[in-house]
Every structure is written in structure tokens, then in C-alpha cells.
């Protein structure tokens, strides 16, 4: 009896290899010979774009075939054109990558029609790190501090790349919540020539991810006089010495339900510069991609470059993007209501 027991399994366990086995190879092999395009929905010298060029230079070593990586960018409305394309436009085969803006997710929860997507049923990757909104002055200004920024009769320039993105949604809930005078200045194509507009004081200054801010941005950082960008404030406590004792966004804010509108847009920082395939990928492909991502974070070579670059690693599985993704498209009728003035445009 036991014999035949054995049998049976021996032949179920090789019917099951003869349906999943070819398969599998076929993925393991797929990626020989090709290369996969990393597509960038922001511009060139911003921390998309870093942290794109520095998981490229890595990840086709844990793929197998070992494919070759190339970087482009596709800008426009804060990586809007980007995230659109690849939803409606790119091919599922597997060597299509995306990175964009992950705040784009809170504006679909909301109803933007510009969202010309479903997140769910985007095939996310992973994502390099959680993100830290805040807010930097230009010394140019005369203003030092949180508190100067609030007690200024004028009206503050900061720039923006659009809609959706960290630079424009963070000063207008900043107008909202604590009463500051920001005016949003949109068009810009990333980080890199928002800090240009910085210094040729087109704009005063930008809210945008600390951990973009602290390489893009770190020779203003370090710069004296005018050209001296000053960090103000903060979403939570981070260790360099520019930013450590920073006043903390939610505990500026007052009041319950702007508290829980804050804590719900910001809900999309937990994985900040995804990499996501279109939707149709085959999962196999996807799930390579996945594995490779994650043998990537633990590699030597990467960590040391990354390191150098000061880009900030806090790796966020495909997994766990899609239970993020999940629970901001679940948005309560409340903080929908509340969060309903991004959608509209700023007043000139």
C-alpha cells in the first residue's frame, strides 16, 4: 500500500513539473538576449532619476540571462504622461519599467480624470524607499524658519512639476492646514530645474521628498549667502544635521479632520519612486523582476554605490505596494472630502 502511495505521488508531483516546469523555464530564459527599458517619469538629475540609474546598474546581474538595462525619461504633469502611457500604451511583455509618482494614486482615489488609470492592477515591483515630504526656503528670501515663513506678509513662490506630485500638493495642504502663503508655480520637468529656477530666484522655494533633497539638492545645501537653501519643515525625524530638530509636519497641523486628511494623502509616501510593469504582464516575468529587485537591495556593489550617492534605502516589496495601493484607493467618503481642493487649480 505504501509503495503505491509513493507511486502516486511520484506521478502527481511529475505531472504537476510538466505543467509548471516548461513554464518556469521559459521565464528564466526569456530575459537572454534582451533589454528591459527603464522609464523615468520625471526629469534627469532629480532622485527619480538617481535611484532609476542606480538600481539599473545592478539589478540585470540577479536576472537571469542577465539582460541590459537603459534609462530613459518620459517627463510631463509630474510623471502623469509616464504613468498614462505605460497603463494604456506600453507593451506587457516584461521589459517595460516604469517609475513614477506615487502620489498619482491618491489623485485616482480622488477622481481625477486626468488619471487615466486603475493602480490596482498595475504589476508593482518594489520601491527603493519610503519617502519624507518637506519644505526648503531659499536664504535669498530673508526667512530662516517655520516661523518666519508663517509670520511673512507676502506671498511665497515654490515650485512645482504638477499636479500630484510632492511639490504641489504639500504647499497647498500647507495653505489649508496652517495658514501659509504659498503660491504653487507649476511646469517644471523634475528637481533638477526647479533648483535652477531656485537660484535664478524664478521661485523661492519647493516642498519635494528629503531623501531626493539631501543629494539633488546638496551643494545649495551646503552653499552660503543667497544661493543657500534652508530646510523648514519636516514630516518625521530624520537624522542630518539639516533637518533633525525641524518642526514636524502632523504636529504642526491642528484639528482632527485635518490630521486625518494629512495622514491619508501622505499615505502614498510609503513607497516612494515604484517600479511597476503594465498591466497584462505575465506574472511569471513579474515575479522576476520582484526577486531580482530584492536580491539588488541586499548587493554589496549596490549598497556601496548607493551609499556614495547618499540615496536613502528603505526597500518596500510589490507585496506590500499592493496593500498601500489597496487602502488609499479604499478612501473614506470624509477624507475624500476634505482632500477634494487638489483637484482644483490654484488660484492665480
Known sequence: MKAKLCLATVVVVGLVSLVTGPAQLLADDFYKGKTI???????????????????GRHIGKHIPGNPGIVVENMTGAGSLIAANYTYNSAKPDGVFVSVWNSGLVLRQALGDKAMRFDSRKFGWIAAPTKGTPHCSIMAHTGLKSLKDVLATDRELKMGSTGPGSTYDDTPRILNQTIGTKFKVVSGYEGTSTILVAMRRKEVDGGCWGWESARTTARPMLDAQGDDKLIPFLIHRREPDAEVKDLPLIPEVIKGGDNISAYQTWVGSYEFQRPFSVPPGTPKERLQILRKAFAATMKDPEFIAEAKKAKLEISYVSGEEIDGYVNKIMSITPNAKELLSFLLTKPSK
Open 37 to 55: 527599458r527603464f522609464v523615468v517619469g520625471l526629469a534627469p538629475g532629480g532622485g527619480y532619476d538617481l535611484s532609476a540609474r542606480t538600481v
